[in-house]
């Protein structure tokens, strides 16, 4: 079967504001189409389930000009989360008013450039009730590799994003800016899970994925990008191309509920220096296996050989 392509193009005064409103537009009609409508109690039984979604992928990460073979893992968990203090809240039932329920999405990255390793880690802390709430509260960024560390977060800050950096490299250390509130690259993976419906279509201004950005040391700043959706009979595509800067990200996604991410392609120019010339290269990565576990309780010795039978990884 043929993809279908809907493109909307959208003035882009407008795109923001109906991303953080209740979304009744046209396009919504046309992703009904494909789409069925998530029910409340199919939502809560899944994600309420006091479980977490873990899935593992085969990773292709593009660095340094070559592409590494690795791992990635994918974390979706619901969690009672802190407006004012912006970190997850252990006793929610003592702060009613400052609690809100988000969906987290953690991502982990490993893999090998020659003798020595990589670890990225990102998490992104979205609101599930987006009309009340209808921005991602933080995301946080981490980069560990031989050389040293880097370690960046983003945290909603009235109409702002305040951004810190904090690194090894001279020129990024102790950083610090405020972006205009947009929409973040990498609060697209939760909107997918939450509600794929009000992904961002047509033209807009948008925040490029912090992780990547940071692993090529390039400066965060808000971009123009455009978004379509590809949908076919199993799976939905959400494309995201940049108009401003060499980057575009496609993520393929289940088509019904609980739309799990299926796989991700994301093209970027490779870092530059250190004798090294910038590449545009592609990251890829597809899924193995997914669960749903209480992951916090399998900490032992025994529960390694989780590893392998639940998520298919060889160690």
């Not at 189409?33 to 899935?55: R, V």
């Not at 950096?165 to 939450?194: A, C, H």
Request: aromatic content about 12%.
């Amino acid at each position: 079967m043929k993809n279908k392509i809907l493109i909307f193009l959208i003035p882009l005064g407008l795109v923001t504001i109906s991303y953080c409103v209740k979304d009744t537009n046209s396009a919504n009609k046309n992703y009904h189409d494909h789409h069925e409508i998530t029910s409340s109690n199919d939502f809560s039984k899944y994600w309420y389930d006091g479980k977490a979604e873990l899935t593992s992928f085969k990773l292709e990460q593009a660095h340094y000009g070559e592409i590494r073979e690795g791992t990635a893992i994918t974390v979706f968990v619901t969690e009672d989360f802190s407006k004012s203090k912006l970190v997850k809240l252990d006793y929610p039932e003592k702060s009613p008013t400052d609690r809100v329920k988000i969906l987290k999405f953690n991502l982990n990255k490993q893999f090998k450039t020659g003798i020595y390793d990589y670890a990225l880690m990102q998490s992104v802390f979205t609101p599930i009730d987006q009309t009340n709430h209808p921005n991602t509260l933080r995301v946080t960024t981490s980069n560990i590799e031989w050389c040293g560390q880097f370690l960046t977060r983003a945290e909603l800050k009235g109409e702002a994003y305040s951004v810190g950096y904090n690194s090894y490299f001279e020129g990024e250390e102790n950083k610090s800016v405020s972006l205009e509130l947009n929409i973040l690259e990498d609060e697209i993976w939760n909107q997918i899970r939450i509600n794929p419906r009000r992904l961002p279509q047509g033209i807009f201004k948008i925040i490029p994925g912090i992780l990547t950005q940071e692993l090529v040391h390039n400066e965060l700043r808000v971009e123009n990008a455009s978004g379509i959706i590809l949908y076919n009979s199993n799976t939905t595509t959400y494309e995201l191309e940049y108009s401003s800067i060499p980057r575009k990200l496609s993520i393929t996604f289940e088509t019904k509920f609980p739309y799990k991410i299926v796989s991700w392609e994301e093209t970027f120019k490779t870092v530059k220096g250190w004798g090294m010339e910038s590449k545009l290269m592609t990251t890829k990565a597809s899924r193995i296996e997914d669960t749903r576990t209480d992951y916090w309780e399998k900490k032992y010795n025994k529960d390694e050989i989780l590893r392998k039978t639940e998520l298919g990884l060889k160690n």
